[in-house]
Nanobody, 121 residues
Framework: QVQLQESGPGLVKPSQTLSLTCTVS??????????WGWIRQPPGKGLEWMGA???????HYSPSLKSRTSISRDTSKNQVTLQLSAVIPEDTAVYYCARVGWKGTYYLDYWGQGTQVTVSS
């Protein structure tokens, strides 16, 4: 059973960098052909795709967040990390990590429970 667990601070001040970690168990983040993505949901809004790192370590980002987003991985710990710089109150959201597969179209089959992040001074 694949399990994902997000962790990180629940409160971040404006202009700081948000850093979240996704710890994966039951699968390796280097397993072909999967990617490991980050998604967020602001209060009262829909899900927003942020980006992902592939089994080979490549990264892909949403164009709207690319200038502020960095996704990295630690294969020894089986972890994927999200960093979002220069945060603003509008970055307040529940942040999720998920496993991303491909079968003619992308699908997300395993999700973490999500972690609430509030941006406030």
């Amino acid at each position: 059973q694949v399990q994902l667990q997000e962790s990180g601070p629940g409160l971040v001040k404006p202009s700081q960098t948000l850093s979240l970690t996704c710890t994966v168990s039951g699968d390796s983040i280097t397993t072909y052909p999967y990617s490991w993505g980050w998604i967020r949901q602001p209060p009262g809004k829909g899900l927003e795709w942020m980006g992902a790192t592939t089994y080979g370590g490549s990264t892909h980002y949403s164009p709207s967040l690319k200038s502020r987003t960095s996704i990295s991985r630690d294969t020894s710990k089986n972890q994927v990390t999200l960093q979002l710089s220069a945060v603003i109150p509008e970055d307040t959201a529940v942040y999720y990590c998920a496993r991303v597969g491909w079968k003619g179209t992308y699908y997300l089959d395993y999700w973490g429970q999500g972690t609430q992040v509030t941006v406030s001074s």
